[in-house]
């Protein structure tokens, strides 16, 4: 009788082998699945923080038309040529942003390490925001009779880079880019946005959509995350489109 009550209350227990085992899956699934999680919560932080240079950006620029009255009247040469048109449109701007640094009146050592931003020609033109956002400003034409947002009234552009000379610095990813209308600042890829349509400036496999803009790829992605807050287009090129899907799953 003793002998079974020994038995009865003995318990079973894992054997080392089996801990590793388990482990070791927990391990394999663990490897699989964080970097995709990290990746999607990145593209999230991302998201938001778009929207908000895009709201800051909007209301700095209604601002600066309230002051100053409308783009076409800041007294800015027609001339793209001209580098002190791009510094001109930055000064308008400035008063109503949060600057943590003003490039143009930095020392070179600074301006390489704090201002810099792959691919940005334009170190004199930009702002580093409180919040490391870096915001560059160009000019097209100060009558602003582009054909870039689907209307005859964009004037110039603003490249953002969120995280400022820190990498990835690429388009699509960090990098985004606005145009400067003449009453509004507008997302670029948006619906029916001429020379940076979302289906083929925000498309990895495409290399140079518009070639004589010399920009590359990827640069008409911003209208894109704005509206449908995720950045699916790096996952599923060419599958996406403002009137279809709007997810690489859907």
């Known amino acids: 009788m003793e002998g079974n009550k020994i038995m009865k209350n003995e318990k079973k227990a894992f054997t080392l082998a089996e801990v590793l085992i388990t482990l070791g899956i927990i391990g394999v699934v663990a490897a699989m699945t964080l970097p995709t999680l990290i990746q999607k919560q990145k593209e999230k932080q991302t998201v938001v923080k778009l929207k908000k240079v895009y709201s800051n950006l909007s209301q ?14 800041w007294g800015i040469p027609n001339d793209m040529r001209d580098s002190s048109a791009h510094i001109m449109i930055k000064d308008h701007f400035k008063p109503y942003l949060k600057v943590l640094y003003d490039c143009e009146k930095m020392s070179i050592n600074l301006k390489k390490t704090a201002c810099h931003s ?10 580093v925001l409180n919040d ?16 870039y947002t689907g209307k ?3 004037c110039g552009a603003i490249r953002v880079d969120l995280n400022g000379h820190k990498k990835p610095n690429k388009n699509g ?5 606005f145009y400067i209308d003449i009453d509004a600042i507008v997302p670029s890829g948006n619906i029916g946005a001429k020379r940076s349509d979302f289906a083929k400036a925000c498309n990895k496999n495409i290399e140079a959509p518009y070639p004589a803009d010399f920009t590359g790829n990827m640069y008409g992605c911003t209208a894109w995350v704005i509206a449908n807050e995720n950045m699916d287009y790096l996952h599923c090129p060419g599958e996406l489109s403002w009137e279809g899907k709007h997810k690489c799953k859907e």
């Open 60 to 73: 700095a620029y209604n601002q600066a038309i309230n002051e100053d009255g409308p783009f076409d009247n």
């Open 118 to 127: 792959a691919s940005d020609n334009s170190i004199s033109t930009a702002l």
């Open 132 to 147: 490391g956002t870096t915001v560059s400003f160009s000019l097209f034409g100060s009558e602003c009779a582009f054909l």
């Open 152 to 154: 005859r009234k964009t």
């Open 173 to 177: 990813e960090d990098i985004f880019r």
